[in-house]
Every structure is written in structure tokens, then in C-alpha cells.
């Protein structure tokens, strides 16, 4: 029985550390540091090259592998879809100026060059006697850390604009790129050039997954089925995502292929259906990674580095040195291709930040010791490299920013009725900085204005320096024209719009935009708080989600159900009932019946789930 004893006291150390290490560090928050880089340097000393208070038992082992394929779950999760597309308008009318400022094409030159530097780098280490082959550690000179440019982007206000998403998309690209041909070369050194066909059936697994659950999110009994089950005790929302996750992490295993790269097809497909839902979603799923999986893996990184067979190497300083010399020198190469859409100090900030590296390289170099193509001397000074980058790209990065990349960014309002001036002083009010557009260039005669003429408009008021357009002006056609051209000509994905007539909404949301009926919305306010309904005015006020929706009753398995039985979702309430021309209280017993007109308010997808059922005949 002894044998099969199961110790805890050593996760007890290691959770103990993933708790100490963000307090420790938040003194200095300002200079940068990664918590992850804290947390393998405190691996370090509680592991072996330390005071040996943990080793590698069973327990931590299982918790690690989890935590790393969890990371590139969350890796593949980060990938914004909608922000991926090529810009089009002014300064994209030609075939040149399209592609070099799409994000996708900037990122797949951007890992070329890289690679190919990589290699050169990887036959100067063969050469030196280093390495034996200088495949795989051109890949590892490839890769680029997710985990480090994304929360970089997001903390100074970048990720949303043409700059970051270049940066996101690019670290993207080397990321997924890697993880692929990292997985072909070890089946390769295995010997296994047949099951090379194998990363294909894991491809087709996932394009025939994310198509199966599309068409399961568009079933409406299905939708309403999984309403009723997001509750606080089910989470269907969340074990779907963990079970998707370790679906493909197991399928990848079983085809021989390295289990990250099932783990991060199934954050693309979660990241691909959770649509409005992504934010949430993703803040419960950070918080199961960030809060227990991950800390353990990157803890167990520096539990397991091996310090005394560096020191045992000849010139483990030098070789250190080196490889940091190789590692910023290809992603400055490979940066240069940002010139073309941007500015110097942009393309040398891109160069420090895409140097970054820290889970991708580790993971790369164990697979590298797995197969004995790296020694564990080598892998030992690849880990201190990946802790320098991550400690130095993150603080050279906000030096070499420009300045307007550093600051908040700013709202444009266009309108010039007094609404917009209003509103345009409460956001600065909050403490906002709001430019307001006045005045839009239209046609003759009145006709709507031109994209070209727009854009320059917008680009003389600032719209490069804004995070958020909001479209007030006199027609709901200047409206929809202004909302498509911050979208498509200046990627700005956060656009909103007074739409006076509700049946141009669906026009507004195809083309991406959150919509806003003023003059219903101010009657059904005013009408429901002059009835005693108050809680219009909070459910109004809560973030940009909310919607109010008026639906006729057309199903006939609702016919003669109680209020409180209709299965709405959470958030969906019932403001208002009208019964041929009367008014009902809404109260959770009254009788509904076909023909019956719902005023509903929650968030925006609950409510579309709720007004489909109720007008299904």
C-alpha cells in the first residue's frame, strides 16, 4: 500500500508559489515582468538546481502535461476571426496596397524571412558542433510567444487596431505554423513518413467539428436547449469547451501527433462558435488555466531545469549569449516586412515584441531532448533564453512604441444635433477623449457621401487614434455608410449607430455594428418606469449587450403556458404583454396566447434565442 501512496505536499508547494508569485511581483508591476517568468524562476528554486523541495511525482506530472495543452487551448482561443479580413476602401483600391496592410499576409512574410534566418542560424549551430541536425532548432528559433503578446497588446490598447492585430496575427502564424511542422518532423525522426497523412485527418476532424457544432448553434431546440442548461451549478458552456478540448487533445495523441496541436484546433473552434458570447466564455475559461492549470506547468519548468549541466558545458555563458543574439536578430529580419504598412519605431517595436518567447520554445526543446536532438546542456540554456526575452521584449517594447500606441485611445462621434454634443460631453465626462465630427462630405444633391470622401473625413478627425466610432448623423443610410467604412477601410471593429427606422437593424448587424433605436428605446423606458417596471432602467444600462425586442407570440406550444414557464434564458425578461390593444401586466402567472405582443429585454443573443421560439409557428 505504501508503494501506491499518493503525496500532495508537493502540489501544496507548487500552488503555493502559483498564489506568492503575483503578490511578490506586483511591487513592480510597472517595469513589466511576467508572472510566468516568476513563476519558472521560483520552479527553479524549489526543484532540482534549487533546495529540492519538489520533484516531478505523478500527481504534477499529469497537472503539467494538462496545463501546457491547456495554454494552447487558450492560444487557439485568442484568434479573433472577424478581424483577420483584408482592409478594403481608400488606400486598398489597388492589389499591392490591399495585401500589405492585411494582418495575414504581413504575418506569413514576416514567419518566412524568420524561418529562413532560423535555418541559417540552426546550420551555424550544426556547424559549431552544437547540434547535430539544424532542423529543429530553426523551428525553435521560429517560434514566438502568445501568451506574452497578446496580454502586451491588451494592456496598452493595442490589440484592436490595424498595429496590433498585424502583431497578434503574426505571433498567431509562427505559433500554429510551428506547432505543425514541429509535429511533422517528430513523426519524421520517428520514422513514421506515412502517418505524416495523420495531421490531415486531425485537420479534417476539425473542419468537420466546427461545422457539426455550427449547425448544432443555429438549431433552435438545441439553443434552447443549452439556455436552460447555462446555469450557475451546469456551466454546459464551459465542460462543452474543456470536453471539445480534450476531445482533440486525445484524437492528436492516438494519430501520434503532438497533443498541442489538437489542444489548439479546439480553441480555433471555440473561438470560432462562442461569437457574442467570447468574452465571458473566455474570462471562465482563463480563470480554470490561469487559476491552477498553467502556473503548474510553467512552476514545473523550472522545477526540472537542469543548471548543473549547463555549468557542465563549455562556455554555457557564450552559448547563452548567442542563441539571445540569434533569437532578436531573425525577428528583426522578419519585421522588417511591417515597414511597408507602418513606420520605423513601429517595425523596431514589432521586432522586441515578437522576440518574445517562453512556452512554445520550452515545449519545442523537451520534444528536442525527447527525440535526442538537443542535449539537455542545450535545452537548459533555451529555457534562460525564453525567461530573457520574456523579461525583455515586454519593457523594450513600450520604450520603442510611439507615442499615440502608448496613450487611450479616443471615441469619434459623428453627429451635430445636440444628442450627439450631449453625449459626446458625458463620455468626457467619464473620462473619455471624444472628438466629435460635425460635418460629412455627401454628394450632390444630397446623396450619401463616398467611401473615399468619408475616409479622408474620418482620417483628418482621427480615426487611426480611435478605439470606438459612433455613428449619429442625420440619416440612417450617412449612419450605416459611416459604420462600413471605420469597419472595412480602418479595421476598427467597435462600431456603433442611431438607427431610426428598426427595420434597417439587421442591415446594421450584418455589416457588424451595434445598434441603438433612440426613439423606441426612449418610450419604452419612460412608459415601463411610469408603470412601476424600474427594472427597464438598470437592464438598460448594462453594458452594450442589452437589447429590447418587440415579438409577437405566433407558437402554439406556448398557447395557454404561464409567464414563468416560457424558458426564456437568464437574462430575457418580460417588460410588457399587449393583448389586442390592452396592456397586461407582466406578472409570472398571467396566460399568455397566440397573437400576444412580448416587449423583451436581456442580452442581445438570449433575446434572439427567446424571439425565434416565441415566433416559431
Known amino acids: 500500500m505504501a508503494s501506491s501512496h499518493i503525496s500532495f505536499v508537493p502540489l501544496l508547494v507548487v500552488i503555493a508559489l502559483s498564489f506568492a508569485v503575483p503578490v511578490v511581483l506586483s511591487p513592480v508591476r510597472r517595469i513589466g515582468i511576467p508572472v510566468v517568468v516568476g513563476e519558472i524562476i521560483a520552479g527553479m528554486l524549489v526543484g532540482d538546481s534549487g533546495l529540492g523541495l519538489v520533484t516531478e511525482d505523478f500527481v504534477l506530472k499529469v497537472l503539467s502535461v494538462f496545463g501546457f495543452a491547456y495554454l494552447m487551448f487558450l492560444s487557439g482561443l485568442e484568434i479573433d476571426f472577424s478581424g483577420l479580413s483584408p482592409r478594403r476602401g481608400l488606400r486598398a483600391s489597388h492589389a499591392w496596397d490591399r495585401w500589405r496592410r492585411n494582418p495575414i499576409a504581413i504575418g506569413c512574410v514576416s514567419f518566412i524571412l524568420t524561418a529562413l534566418c532560423s535555418l541559417l542560424a540552426g546550420l551555424y549551430m550544426q556547424y559549431?558542433?552544437?547540434?547535430?541536425?539544424?532542423?529543429?532548432?530553426?523551428?525553435?528559433?521560429?517560434?514566438?510567444?502568445?501568451?506574452?503578446?497578446?496580454?502586451?497588446?491588451?494592456?496598452?490598447?493595442?490589440?484592436?487596431?490595424?498595429?496590433?492585430?498585424?502583431?497578434?496575427?503574426?505571433?498567431?502564424?509562427?505559433?500554429?505554423?510551428?506547432?505543425?511542422?514541429?509535429?511533422?518532423?517528430?513523426?519524421?525522426?520517428?520514422?513514421?513518413?506515412?502517418?505524416?497523412?495523420?495531421?490531415?485527418?486531425?485537420?479534417?476532424?476539425?473542419?468537420?467539428?466546427?461545422?457539426?457544432?455550427?449547425?448544432?448553434?443555429?438549431?433552435?431546440?438545441?439553443?434552447?436547449?443549452?439556455?436552460?442548461?447555462?446555469?450557475?451549478?451546469?456551466?454546459?458552456?464551459?465542460?462543452?469547451?474543456?470536453?471539445?478540448?480534450?476531445?482533440?487533445?486525445?484524437?492528436?495523441?492516438?494519430?501520434?501527433?503532438?497533443?498541442?496541436?489538437?489542444?489548439?484546433?479546439?480553441?480555433?473552434?471555440?473561438?470560432?462558435?462562442?461569437?457574442?458570447?467570447?468574452?465571458?466564455?473566455?474570462?471562465?475559461?482563463?480563470?480554470?488555466?490561469?487559476?491552477?492549470?498553467?502556473?503548474?506547468?510553467?512552476?514545473?519548468?523550472g522545477v526540472k531545469f537542469d543548471l548543473p549541466a549547463l555549468l557542465s558545458s563549455n562556455s554555457p555563458w557564450a552559448t547563452v549569449g548567442v542563441l539571445v543574439a540569434m533569437a532578436f536578430l531573425v525577428k528583426l529580419v522578419g519585421a522588417l516586412v511591417f515597414r511597408l504598412a507602418f513606420g520605423w519605431r513601429e517595425t523596431a517595436g514589432a521586432a522586441t515584441l515578437l522576440s518574445a518567447r517562453l512556452s512554445l520554445i520550452i515545449a519545442v526543446s523537451a520534444i528536442g531532448v525527447e527525440i535526442g536532438v538537443i542535449s539537455p546542456a542545450l535545452n537548459a540554456a533555451i529555457i534562460l533564453v525564453a525567461i530573457i526575452s520574456c523579461l525583455g521584449a515586454p519593457i523594450a517594447f513600450t520604450r520603442l512604441a510611439p507615442p499615440q500606441y502608448q496613450t487611450g485611445r479616443s471615441i469619434l462621434v459623428v453627429g451635430h444635433d445636440r444628442e450627439a454634443a450631449r453625449f459626446a460631453e458625458r463620455l468626457r465626462q467619464n473620462g473619455r477623449d471624444v472628438v466629435v465630427v460635425d460635418q460629412i462630405p455627401h454628394g450632390e444633391h444630397g446623396a450619401p457621401p463616398t467611401r473615399n470622401r468619408l475616409s479622408e473625413c474620418l482620417r483628418a478627425a482621427g480615426i487611426e487614434q480611435a478605439d470606438t466610432v459612433i455613428a449619429m448623423a442625420d440619416t440612417d443610410a450617412d449612419n450605416l455608410q459611416i459604420c462600413r467604412v471605420a469597419r472595412d477601410v480602418h479595421a476598427l471593429r467597435t462600431t456603433l449607430a442611431w438607427v431610426r427606422d428598426p427595420g434597417l437593424n439587421a442591415d446594421f448587424r450584418a455589416a457588424g455594428v451595434r445598434v441603438v433605436n433612440p426613439a423606441y428605446a426612449k418610450m419604452l423606458l419612460l412608459e415601463v418606469m411610469a408603470l412601476g417596471h424600474g427594472g427597464l432602467e438598470a437592464d438598460a444600462q448594462e453594458g452594450e449587450e442589452q437589447e429590447l425586442r418587440v415579438v409577437k407570440l405566433q407558437n402554439p406550444l406556448l398557447a395557454k403556458r404561464e409567464l414563468r414557464r416560457l424558458g426564456l434564458g437568464e437574462s430575457v425578461r418580460v417588460l410588457r404583454v399587449e393583448r389586442r390593444g390592452?396592456?397586461?401586466?407582466?406578472?409570472?402567472?398571467?396566460?399568455?396566447?397566440?397573437?400576444?405582443?412580448l416587449t423583451l429585454s436581456g442580452e442581445r443573443d438570449d433575446v434572439d434565442v427567446a424571439a425565434r421560439w416565441l415566433a416559431r409557428r
Open 128 to 301: 559549431a558542433g552544437w547540434v547535430a541536425q539544424p532542423w529543429l532548432m530553426a523551428l525553435i528559433l521560429s517560434t514566438t510567444s502568445l501568451g506574452v503578446v497578446a496580454p502586451v497588446l491588451k494592456e496598452r490598447g493595442l490589440i484592436s487596431n490595424a498595429y496590433g492585430q498585424a502583431l497578434l496575427v503574426s505571433a498567431l502564424i509562427a505559433d500554429m505554423v510551428t506547432i505543425l511542422l514541429v509535429s511533422g518532423y517528430a513523426m519524421l525522426r520517428a520514422g513514421a513518413t506515412s502517418d505524416l497523412l495523420l495531421i490531415m485527418v486531425l485537420l479534417l476532424a476539425f473542419l468537420a467539428a466546427y461545422r457539426l457544432a455550427a449547425r448544432f448553434r443555429t438549431h433552435l431546440p438545441a439553443q434552447r436547449l443549452m439556455q436552460a442548461l447555462s446555469t450557475a451549478t451546469s456551466q454546459i458552456r464551459v465542460r462543452g469547451s474543456l470536453a471539445l478540448a480534450l476531445v482533440f487533445i486525445a484524437l492528436a495523441e492516438s494519430l501520434g501527433i503532438e497533443n498541442i496541436l489538437g489542444a489548439f484546433l479546439a480553441g480555433m473552434i471555440v473561438s470560432l462558435l462562442s461569437g457574442h458570447e467570447s468574452p465571458v466564455l473566455r474570462e471562465k475559461l482563463d480563470a480554470i488555466g490561469y487559476g491552477f492549470f498553467i502556473p503548474i506547468f510553467f512552476i514545473m519548468v
Open 582 to 597: 390592452a396592456m397586461l401586466e407582466p406578472e409570472p402567472s398571467v396566460l399568455l396566447d397566440v397573437n400576444d405582443t
